[in-house]
């Protein structure tokens, strides 16, 4: 009787601990660094991209309050946002809309490509509207051109391939192949398209790195990869000095909760 005593006590304990992860990486929220480098860029200069992904219109303190201080805190030379910033459910774009004025207030070079659930969602033209109307960069099959210091680059974007709203062709028209370019895809592309492009690095988001990440297994389960997903978060090489980044994101779907997986931003530095 005492050792059955024993066992529902572990076994309380390890669900509480469970509950409480669970809790913590679900509304607690960590910045990844990751570090590049590359010959296009000039000796002893550098340029950092903060990469917000996959929010689905979660808000971490009041009007995002610890969100805006840690952004401003890390100060990033470009804030790129890689789709799903609402979600497809997301009726009231209030705390979003709150979130990229302060955004563009503090960085205007921020951009935006689209996600599978802003297409999704009912109100898809209102939103990129109201992005428009606080002119955020939006670069959806487009590039553009940033010189931070010494260091020029690319930014390329694609619309959702997820949705079939991307045109890498299109995007890629015209692009100086001599910069250092990085392309921005909400959705990880894991064909030969992006090894075959001049786009050096991918960042992506869309797997929410699983959202629940088992010991020595990894991510469950991904869009459109299915059941243990080999391109769940983290750098994969993608070929001679090519490199794809997935961020795991901010917030959740389906089922509202993460579990060894904290959400999280990431600062990446190319240097």
């Known amino acids: ?42 000796d002893r200069s550098s340029f950092t991209i903060l990469q917000i992904s996959d929010l689905h219109n979660k808000v971490f303190g009041d009007e995002n309050e610890k969100l805006l201080d840690k952004i401003m805190d890390l100060n990033a030379d470009i804030i790129v946002i890689t789709g799903d910033l609402i979600d497809r459910k997301t009726s009231d774009f209030t705390d979003v809309f709150a979130l990229v004025d302060e955004l563009m207030a503090v960085n205007e070079n921020t951009y935006f490509i689209s996600g599978n659930h802003e297409w999704d969602n009912p109100e898809t033209e209102a939103f990129f509207a109201g992005l428009e109307e606080r002119n955020v960069n939006m670069l959806d099959n ?3 051109t940033i010189t931070i210091e010494n260091a020029t680059i690319n930014l390329v974007g694609v619309g959702d391939s997820s949705t079939e709203h991307d045109n890498l062709g299109k995007a890629l028209e ?31 988001g869309h797997t929410h790195g699983g959202q629940v990440r088992l010991p020595f297994i990894g991510g469950v389960i991904a869009p459109d990869q299915g059941f243990f997903p080999v391109f769940d978060k983290g750098i994969f090489k993608r070929g001679n000095d090519k490199y794809l980044y997935i961020d795991s994101g901010l917030g959740t779907s389906i089922l ?7 959400s999280q931003m990431s600062l990446i530095t190319v240097k």
């Open 174 to 204: 015209g692009l100086d192949e001599v910069n250092y370019t990085v392309l921005l895809s909400h959705t990880p592309d894991t064909s030969n398209r992006f090894i075959e492009s001049p786009a050096d690095l991918a960042l992506s």
């Open 256 to 262: 509202a909760i993460r579990f060894l997986n904290q």
């Open 1 to 42: 009787m005492k050792k059955k005593r024993i066992f529902i006590y572990i076994s309380l304990v390890f669900v509480l601990l469970i509950v409480f992860k669970v809790y913590y990486d679900t509304n607690f929220f960590k910045v990844n660094q990751v570090e590049f480098e590359s010959n296009k860029i000039l």
């Open 142 to 144: 487009t590039h553009t």
